[in-house]
């Protein structure tokens, strides 16, 4: 969406590496979730971040609203992970989730 | 996420009438129904709020929500065409904020 700019827009992982996706807010927003769509075509949940930084196993995310970004980290890619993942943002001003356009994740052998 | 759940998983329909049912177990306030074509992200279709219809988004007129109760949420099809084939989503959230998503219905239109 326009309030919301993902990248990157597609990503190919070997196996035990590792990368970042990024999100960019145009306004200020007052939380962040980021979302992994697998291949039951079902909507996970990752992270909900009002601030700072958290940590699940192989996965790391952190947000900033001052500086209006949010990043998702992944080390040690698994075949698992493949997926599109979104990010979506809430709007401090009037409270509307926008959604980034999403990554899609690849992990190969 | 076995706390929302939606029916039915798959749908194929002609023209017919139909209706996709969800219901939350989480005693959040809001739910919502998104449309999800492809790769694309969600869009947001209708919010409510304790039963409120609180933001109805541009969608064709043979879409009509339906807010029973503050658990239940029900999206009312008919005369579909082929451009609504794509996953609906049914979504809740405490206050507006955090989304948690049912697993959705795969609706193909012939």
């Known amino acids: 969406g326009d309030q919301v700019e993902q990248s990157p827009s597609a990503l190919s992982l070997h196996e035990g590496t590792g990368s970042a996706l990024r999100c960019n807010f145009t306004?200020?927003?007052?939380?962040v979730q980021w979302f992994r769509k697998n291949s039951r075509g079902s909507l996970i949940n990752l992270f909900y971040?009002?601030?700072g930084t958290k940590e699940n196993g192989r996965l790391k995310s952190a947000f900033d609203s001052k500086e209006r970004y949010s990043t998702l980290h992944i080390r040690d890619a698994q075949l698992e992970d493949s997926g599109t993942y979104f990010c979506?943002?809430?709007?401090?001003?009037?409270?509307?989730?926008?959604f980034g356009d999403g990554t899609q994740l690849v992990v190969k052998p | 996420n076995t706390k929302i759940t939606q029916s039915p998983r798959y749908l194929i329909l002609g023209r017919a009438n139909k209706s996709l049912e969800c219901e939350q177990h989480?005693?959040?306030?809001?739910m919502y129904w998104y449309k999800q074509s492809a790769e694309k992200p969600p869009e947001l279709m209708f919010l409510?709020?304790?039963?409120?219809?609180?933001r109805n988004e541009t969608v064709p007129s043979r879409f009509i929500p339906e807010c029973p109760d503050s658990s239940k949420l029900l999206l009312h099809i008919s005369a579909v065409d082929p451009e609504d084939s794509a996953v609906y989503f049914c979504?809740?959230?405490?206050?507006?904020?955090?989304?948690?998503f049912g697993h959705g219905t795969k609706l193909s239109v012939l």
């Open positions: 979504a809740s959230s405490p206050n507006n904020e955090r989304l948690f």
């Open positions: 306004t200020t927003m007052r939380a």
């Open positions: 971040l009002a601030s």
């Open positions: 979506a943002a809430e709007a401090s001003s009037n409270n509307r989730i926008f």
């Open positions: 989480l005693g959040h306030n809001a």
């Open positions: 409510y709020n304790l039963k409120q219809l609180i």
